[in-house]
């Protein structure tokens, strides 16, 4: 009997489009649960959050693939180290912006949202890098498999968490639950 094989391209597709797919459940979950007003806030916090961490996106993961020693134990404690120091600085920066940002939008008591989101990068700064470092030989699954279950575990504590917790603290939940 013949083994049915999917090409690993397949793979990672699917896993993606199945993470990229969660993240609207979770958007329209927590649009249905907050109302427009609080999405607004919650797309503040989410913006905030991504412009930090575009910024500060120097790629020592994506390196850590591409380069010709990206196996040697000694790169990959560097990118560690650097990803670290990342997630600490981007945490510093939201902490010192928190305040300034939700007195922009309008929402001055909402700084502490912001400023607990700078814990999202810090604890993405700690992730171990070795999915990464398999994808050198073409082994996703890892990589795959972290990605595909922080977004299933985050979806679940969407829906459970906009049932108890107020306005868009939800979100700041989740976005921690989904970085650990």
Do not use: Y
């Not at 391209?9 to 427009?36: D, S």
């Not at 806030?41 to 990206?70: H, K, N, W, Y």
């Not at 180290?81 to 909402?110: D, H, K, N, S, Y």
């Amino acid at each position: 009997m013949a083994k049915w094989h999917m090409p690993p391209t397949v793979i990672v597709g699917l896993t993606q489009f199945a993470v990229e797919g969660l993240g609207l459940v979770r958007n329209v979950v927590l649009a249905r649960a907050l109302g427009p007003a609080e999405m607004g806030l919650v797309a503040a916090l989410t913006l905030a959050l991504s412009l930090v961490e575009m910024i500060s996106d120097f790629g020592p993961d994506r390196l850590l693939v591409q380069a010709e020693d990206g196996d040697r134990p000694e790169f990959q404690a560097t990118a560690h180290t650097l990803l670290v120091l990342r997630g600490l600085v981007t945490a510093v920066l939201l902490a010192l912006l928190a305040f300034p940002l939700a007195t922009w939008i309008g929402r001055p008591e909402c700084g502490w949202a912001v400023s607990a989101m700078g814990l999202v990068p810090a604890i993405r700064g700690l992730q171990h890098l070795d999915g990464k470092r398999f994808q050198r030989q073409q082994n996703f699954l890892p990589s795959m498999t972290i990605d595909f279950t922080a977004a299933v575990v985050s979806t679940i504590a969407v829906v459970a968490m906009t049932q108890w917790l107020p306005r868009g603290d939800a979100l700041v939940w989740v976005s921690l639950i989904q970085a650990v």
